[in-house]
């Protein structure tokens, strides 16, 4: 009588054992967004093509969200947890109480160029004219007004600044003249190019440390789950070595992101970035964080009482090459 009612209990529980293991061993689930198509974004699409987040324990859903303020506004909803807007964009949101922090910068410096119509030929030429950007207070504006600066023309006063969009919409706004210049990157930049615009001018020559492009999250997500911040990290650094290392899944995911087949346009493009800007480790840099620290302070006195550190976070990228991680992806 006994054997058979601890029989039935053991029946019983069975149920709830196998539903425990089975939760226990779900992964973790994340979400993030990426905030343009462009070539710098390219080890994030590889890392959703191949699901590289779920070869480090988490299945996480990678969505393309084209400004940052929203995917600012959606982390602060707590829909997202990461979100490629690791420079400006975090420091404008921290400045209203939010608590994000860089974990890379995937680019330290800028990487726009600036397309116009064939008869500007010159910077100064741009004096009375309408340069498109994507949004304003985002990345394409504040490279153009530092550029407009080194040019000693007043942003906003001298040239007209107009926020159209991604940068495709960027490019339709250049081809059918409602602007009379364009701040876009690779390739868009390139395929602008072809489609009759001119080569004003290639900003990463005025070589400024600019953090671009990192992924961010908040302190408090890093605070309650730093191993999920950390498997998602190594699944981005595998989507860098990837992008560095194997060209033909680069071009061909390249290609299905940005919609562009011409591959001499995408050759350029990757060659720039796999070559010499995007590094094994993207590191945030501090130098890139305070060019913008000393940007927005020209006009909100409070940005001087901040340093680059209250902005970035580097121990997950320092933990992970402390573990020889990165070594053992390039096998040195």
């Known amino acids: 009588m006994l054997k058979t009612r601890l029989a039935q209990i053991i029946l019983a529980l069975l149920p709830l054992v196998f539903f425990d293991t ?123 007004r530092f550029a407009l600066d080194r040019w000693g023309l007043a942003p906003d006063k001298d040239v007209a600044i107009i926020q159209v969009g991604g940068e495709v919409e960027e490019m339709m706004a250049l081809q059918n003249k409602a602007v009379d210049a364009a701040v876009l990157s690779e390739p868009i930049a390139t395929v602008a190019r072809k489609s009759g615009g001119f080569l004003l001018y290639d900003l990463s020559r005025l070589d400024v440390p600019y953090s671009m492009h990192g992924f961010g999250t908040r302190k408090s997500f890093i605070r309650d789950n730093r191993d999920t911040v950390i498997r998602f990290m190594k699944a981005y650094l595998e989507g860098i070595y990837l992008f560095k290392t194997n060209k033909e899944l680069a071009m061909n995911v390249l290609r299905k992101y940005t919609r562009v087949e011409d591959l001499s346009t995408l050759q350029t493009a990757y060659d720039e970035m796999s070559q010499r800007l995007i590094r094994a480790v993207p590191y945030p840099s501090p130098e890139g964080i305070q060019t913008i620290l000393d940007q927005l302070g020209k006009t909100r006195p409070q940005i001087k009482n901040y340093k680059p550190a209250d902005f970035t976070d580097p121990s997950i990228l320092k933990e992970i090459e402390s573990s020889g991680f990165v070594k053992s992806l390039y096998g040195k």
């Open 22 to 144: 089975a939760r226990a061993q779900t992964p973790p689930k994340v979400h993030a967004a990426y905030t343009s198509i462009a070539i710098q974004m390219d080890p994030i699409y590889i890392m959703k093509e191949a699901n590289l987040t779920r070869k480090y324990g988490l299945e996480a859903d990678l969505i393309y969200i084209p400004v940052s303020s929203r995917a600012i506004q959606a982390a602060l909803a707590g829909e997202i947890q990461f979100l490629t807007s690791a420079g400006v964009a975090n420091i404008n949101a921290n400045m209203g109480g939010a608590d994000f922090v860089g974990l890379t910068a995937t680019l330290n410096t800028f990487v726009f160029k600036i397309i116009s119509k064939p008869e500007i030929r010159e910077p100064a030429a741009l004096k009375g004219r309408k340069v498109g950007i994507s949004r304003l207070g985002g990345v394409s504006d504040a490279a153009l």
